[in-house]
């Protein structure tokens, strides 16, 4: 199976006094980008928090956030109050206004409000990481079904180039004698008289230089190869591309060694398929 590195995963959790919803977002990327926001809270959790990403996410570029939403009083900040006091009789030696009007003056002052640290409640934790290995999880079933339809799309456009490589091959003798009838009229055209010997000695090189046997066989082994590795346990993106990678060598020295017009076009049909291919490989973990 392969997995896409596109994905969603989404969990809200509805606590006592907050609504707690994990959001998470990836997209291709060679290596893992993580981009982590959370409340300050939560902080001295982010390092186990990437540590459950990396196991489980591998690649890709991801976007992780934590919002936390007040349902209830539950407020860290608390008045000041002789702070307060003190600001409102200072604002009536300046100006005489009512007091209701000073007091909105007044909190907006430094120190009007003392803000109290809010320290983690473990079990409240405990619940919050259940929730996210959940939008992991989501995220994962999304990039699995995504690479189901990546699966779907490689399998088409690798049984297209073996399509297309049956028809070179069938090809191949056409092209061969074709090769053989450009030299012979070549030698004809000359009007001089030639060794037949030696002419079919050269003529047998020349054939083998553009013979592409080898290749043909190459390229067949790694669309089987390619096709082989998709049903493996692990989805293994670098190595799809590496087979890719040889499929194009195979292809290009195909081509140079055609000298045949009609599968020359062959082989352009082929390089469009593979390109393809190439293209959506970079989106497979």
């Known amino acids: 199976m392969i997995y896409s590195m596109t994905g969603y995963g989404k969990s809200v959790l509805q606590l006592p006094t907050k609504k707690v919803t994990i959001e998470l977002k990836s997209l291709n990327s060679k290596n893992l980008d993580l981009n982590a926001r959370m409340p300050s809270i939560y902080r001295e959790k982010e390092l186990a928090i990437r540590k459950v990403l990396a196991d489980k996410l591998v690649r890709g570029k991801v976007d992780f956030s934590i919002y936390v939403e007040a349902t209830a009083e539950d407020t860290s900040s608390q008045i000041n109050t002789p702070v307060v006091k003190q600001y409102i009789a200072q604002l009536k030696e300046v100006v005489d206004g009512d007091t209701t009007e000073l007091l909105k003056m007044a909190v907006r002052f430094p120190d009007a409000l003392n803000t109290i640290r809010e320290e983690i ?24 079904n995504e690479g189901k339809v990546l699966e779907q ?8 180039i ?23 009229k070549g030698v004809t055209e000359l009007k001089e008289k030639y060794d037949e010997n030696r002419f079919e000695q050269e003529l047998v090189y020349y054939i083998e230089k553009f013979d592409i046997t080898e290749e043909k ?18 989805s293994n993106g670098k190595k799809l591309g590496f087979i890719s990678q040889e499929m194009g060598r195979e292809i290009n020295t195909i081509g140079s060694k055609s000298n045949y017009a009609p599968m020359q076009q062959l082989v352009v049909q082929m390089k469009d398929e593979l390109e393809k291919i190439k293209e959506q490989l970079l989106n497979v973990l």
């Open 121 to 144: 409640d473990e079990n409240e934790w405990h619940t919050i990481e259940a929730e996210i290995r959940k939008a992991i999880d989501d995220l994962v079933d999304y990039r699995l």
């Open 153 to 160: 799309d490689f399998n088409a456009r690798i049984r297209s």
């Open 162 to 184: 073996e399509d297309i490589l049956d028809q070179v091959i069938a090809m191949d003798p056409e092209r061969v004698e074709g090769v053989r009838e450009r030299l012979l």
């Open 217 to 234: 066989v190459r390229l067949k082994n790694h669309l089987n190869y390619f096709a082989e590795s998709m049903k493996s346990n692990e």
